[in-house]
């Protein structure tokens, strides 16, 4: 079956994988303020000794990584051929047309999404790759290289502003894909899921933006 | 009451269209906004020049025929068809703009006229329910519990006016759709064909062209009949059930 609704499927499910994954993410780097040697223990362990001995060393993050870019893949795969197809079969556009319920989020949906995806490219060229190197050098530690990036206020800023992005488009894509998926189907899980989406949404900014804030106030060093 | 109108006017389905001021003088607030066009198609033809066409037939808000978009709104914001809008809602010497429904699966037959027949084959292609022919059977034969049977004769009362396509940013009609699907499968009387039709409906409404449903709630927002954006996700609810239960199971 090759409908929309399917296509739809595909984007709320790996919608939903890549949003418990920043979760996770958020949580991980929430670790900072245990301090240095906590916070690169655990980036540490994520590279080595995860699922070890039930795969070798160092697998597991292998795996985790081609599932992620499998989701982003299919996410991009169904998102790019679904806008398409509507961006060419829909109405030229009034002259004059006045939103009666659209957010802002629902509606930058589709450029948001391009924004996040060249924003991931950003991110793992600054730091999984490190050929972007923000005010550190390539031997630098995980926690090093956090302060001395978040230390510029350029770098800072533009986090700021991407996260907000993010956030936004995860808060509309939650409720969307639940939506999606069926489960919004009374007035109630309508209400709900809305509410647990702007939750999400806050969750996610408040927990990546909190030890950006530390570093560049010079709480954390 | 004394108006300006911008409407839009189009020969034909293959002609350019463009907007047209008209002045209007002695409108009464209690026509409705079709008796106000009635009055300004007297005034042209009176001046022999083309009257303006529209759809129109019940004229109570139940038959669907009437739409379009008026002040960039579905109906115009009425939260009823635009047949039962009424003059009242406008202030004396407003400027009011008129436009055709837009969407591709939509075409303009003649300016505010739009070809909906898409809807038909959407409804062909599933709305409908098998039963044996013969005596009628006793009204209450078949129970069917209480909140299914509210949300059923909910969903029934879409009149396909098509204002939930008009108003979509991507042109989908999966409000529509989902009204039809949720409809009958709160039914026992649609459970026979309960997965293969809302197979077959969302193909159809894909084929007629009408785009995908980003859950943005612009239709549910314009229907005048408030059909909700839980019928959506009760649609695709029953579409993902499809792919793993066969009617009959
Ligand atoms: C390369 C980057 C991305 C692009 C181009 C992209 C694009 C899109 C588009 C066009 C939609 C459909 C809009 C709609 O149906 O309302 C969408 C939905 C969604 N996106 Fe993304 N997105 C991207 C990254 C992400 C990321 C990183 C996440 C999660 C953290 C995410 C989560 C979601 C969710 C949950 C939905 C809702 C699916 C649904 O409507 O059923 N997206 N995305
Ligand atoms: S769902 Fe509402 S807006 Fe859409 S066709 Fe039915 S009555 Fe009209
Ligand atoms: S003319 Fe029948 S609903 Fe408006």
């Known amino acids: 079956m090759r409908s929309t609704v399917v296509k739809k499927v595909i984007m709320a499910v790996t919608g939903l994988i890549m949003i418990a994954f920043l979760l ?17 223990h655990y980036a540490h362990w994520l590279k080595g000794d995860i699922l070890y001995p039930i795969v070798p060393q160092g697998w597991f993050i292998w795996i985790f990584r081609t599932g992620l870019l499998a989701a ?53 060229l600054q730091f999984t790759v490190k050929v972007l190197r923000t005010g550190f050098d390539a031997n630098a530690g995980p926690y090093e290289m956090f302060v001395l990036s978040f230390s510029t206020w350029w770098v800072f800023a533009f986090y700021a502003v991407l996260m907000v992005l993010i956030c936004m488009h995860v808060r509309h894509g ?41 570093v560049l106030i010079g709480w954390v060093n | 009451m004394k108006l300006k109108l911008r409407i839009w006017r189009q020969a034909g389905p293959n002609a350019t269209g463009k907007l047209v001021d008209y002045d209007i003088d002695g409108v009464s607030e209690d026509m409705s906004f079709l008796e106000m066009l009635d009055l300004l198609n007297e005034n042209l033809t009176n001046v022999n020049e083309e009257p303006v066409a529209f759809d129109h037939d019940c004229r109570e808000g139940i038959c669907g025929m009437c739409g379009v978009v008026v002040n960039g709104i579905a109906h115009g914001g009425s939260s009823t068809t635009v047949c039962q809008l009424h003059m009242r809602s406008f202030a004396d010497g407003a400027t009011i703009e008129i436009e055709p429904w837009q969407a591709g699966a939509f075409p303009v037959l003649k300016d505010l006229a739009v070809d909906r027949s898409a809807f038909d084959r959407i409804i062909q292609a599933g709305g409908f329910i098998s039963s044996n022919t013969g005596s009628a059977p006793d009204a209450h034969a078949m129970p069917a519990p209480k909140r299914e049977a509210d949300v059923a004769f909910d969903n029934a009362t879409c009149i396909g006016c098509g204002a939930c396509v008009a108003a979509c940013p991507n042109s989908s009609a999966m409000l529509f759709t989902a009204a039809k699907i949720t409809h009958l499968a709160m039914l026992p009387q649609g459970q026979p064909e309960r997965y293969s039709r809302v197979k077959s409906m969302v193909a159809a409404h894909d084929e007629e062209g009408f785009g995908n449903c980003t859950n943005i709630g612009e239709c549910a927002a314009v229907c005048p009949k408030g059909i909700p954006l839980e019928s959506i996700a009760q649609l695709n609810r029953d579409l993902i059930k499809s792919m793993f239960t066969k009617d009959g199971k």
């Open chain 1, 174 to 214: 939650f409720w969307s894909a639940f939506q999606t998926l069926g489960l919004n189907s009374s007035a109630k899980s309508q209400r709900w899921l809305n509410l647990l989406g702007i939750g999400v949404g806050v969750v996610l900014y408040v927990g990546f933006m909190l030890p950006p804030v530390a």
């Open chain 1, 24 to 40: 996770m993410h958020m949580y991980g780097n929430l670790k900072m303020f245990a301090g240095e040697e906590a916070f690169d």
């Open chain 1, 72 to 124: 982003l893949v299919l996410h991009i795969w169904s998102a790019a051929s679904l806008s398409m197809r509507t961006l060419a079969v829909r109405g030229p556009g009034y002259d004059k047309f006045k939103p009666q319920a659209q957010t802002y989020s629902a509606r930058t949906m589709r450029w948001g999404g391009i924004l996040v995806g060249l924003f991931i490219v950003f991110h793992l």
